[in-house]
C-alpha cells in the first residue's frame, strides 16, 4: 500500500445524499471520471480517492473524510492544493476543513527553516512576546516610510514590515524603500543593543522577487513578507528553500477567496510550506474571525506534533493597544502582538506611544 493522505471537507447536505456527493468528491479529487469507466488495477486501488469516513455534524453539516494517493501530488506544493481542493472548491456548499499528510511529505516540505526560535533570536528576545509594527500608507514616497520606521525603531519595536500594499510603485520603488528604511534603522542606538528588524515585502514574478531577496541580503536584511495565495504555493516554497538564511512573515491576502479554513490554511499550509510567521485576522478587530478560529489557527502554526518548527502567529486586523493584555492572556507569548493604524493614530507622539506598547508586551505578567 503506498502512502495516502487525508482531506477533511465539511460539506452543507441533506441526509439522503451526503454518501453519494462524498463519493462524487472522492472521485473529483483523484481519477475525475467515474469509478465505473476505470479497469486498470492499480488506478483503481492506488490512484481513486476512498472515502473514509462521513460524520454528520448537525443542522445539515457533515465532515467527510476522503483518503487519496500521496503519489498524485509527488512534492509539487501546488499540486497539493489542487488534488485536496481543486475543483471542488468550484461547490459553494463544500469547504476544505483540514488534512492529514503522510510523514515523508512533512518531511519534504520541510515547514519552517526558524520559527519562533529564530524570529526572537533575531531581536535579542527569549521567552517573551514579539513586536511588530507595519509601514502605511500606500502613496507616502520612501522617505516618509523611513521616518516612520526611524519612529518605531525609537520607541523599541521588534519588527517594522511593509504594509502587504507596498509593491514597486512609482512613489516608493522597492530598491528606494530598502535603502531608505535601513538607514534610518541603523541611526537608531536603542539601549539594549538589539536592532528593529525591517521586514520589506516582496512583490512581482518570482525572478522580481528573487531579486528583492538578493537586494535585501545585501542591505543585511534578513526577514522578508510574502503573500502566499498571490505568488502560489510553489513559488512561495521555492523561495523559501532557495533562502536558507531569509525569514519569512507570510500575510493572508486573498486567504478568504477559496473556501479553505482559515486554520488549514494559514496556520497549518502556510507553516508546512516555510512561514517562519504567519499574520491572521485577530478576532474584533476589522474581521470576521471567532476566537475559537482564531485559537485553532494559532495552535495550527504552533503545535510540534507533526516534526515542525513552530511558526509564530501574528494576530493583527485593526487592533489596538488596550488590547495588549487581552491578547497576551488569550494567546501566550508565543506570540507576535502587530498593531498598525492605531500607533500612527499617535502622529506627532509615534515614539512615545509605540514605547508604552513595547513596555506593555515586554512587562506582561500572566495572570
Known sequence: MHPRLQAIYHIHCDARSIDARAHAIAAEQSVEMPLAAIDDAFVLEEIAGRVDAITDKQGGLFEVRVSLSAETVGHDPGQLLNMLFGNTSLHRDVVLHDVEL???????????????????????????????????????????????????????????????????????????????????????????????????????????????????????????????????????????????????????????????????????????????????????????YSPDTCRALARAALDEREGLRPCVPVPAGGMTTDRVREMLDFYGVDVMLLIGGALLEARERLVEATAAFVGEVRGYAPK
Request: proline share 7%.
Open 102 to 288: 503522510p510523514r515523508d511529505m512533512l518531511e519534504a516540505f520541510g515547514g519552517p527553516r526558524h520559527g519562533l526560535a529564530g524570529l526572537r533570536r533575531r531581536v535579542g528576545a527569549r521567552a517573551r512576546a514579539l513586536t511588530c509594527t507595519a509601514l502605511k500608507p500606500q502613496g507616502l514616497p520612501a522617505s516618509g516610510l523611513a521616518a516612520l520606521a526611524r519612529g518605531f525603531a525609537q520607541g523599541g519595536i521588534d519588527y517594522i514590515k511593509d504594509d502587504h500594499g507596498l509593491a514597486d510603485q512609482a512613489y516608493s520603488p522597492f530598491a528606494d524603500r530598502l535603502a531608505a528604511v535601513t538607514a534610518a534603522l541603523r541611526s537608531v542606538e536603542r539601549p539594549d543593543g538589539n536592532p528593529a528588524c525591517y521586514v520589506p515585502s516582496l512583490s512581482g514574478d518570482l525572478d522580481a522577487m528573487r531579486a528583492q531577496i538578493a537586494a535585501a541580503t545585501a542591505a543585511d536584511v534578513d526577514t522578508v513578507m510574502a503573500a502566499p495565495v498571490i505568488m502560489g504555493f510553489a513559488n512561495f516554497h521555492r523561495l523559501v528553500r532557495e533562502s536558507p538564511a531569509i525569514a519569512f512573515i507570510a500575510h493572508p491576502t486573498m486567504g478568504g477567496a477559496a473556501r479553505i479554513a482559515p486554520p488549514l490554511l494559514i496556520g497549518k499550509l502556510f507553516r508546512l510550506l516555510g512561514a517562519d510567521a504567519v499574520v491572521f485576522p485577530n478576532h474584533g478587530g476589522r474581521f470576521g
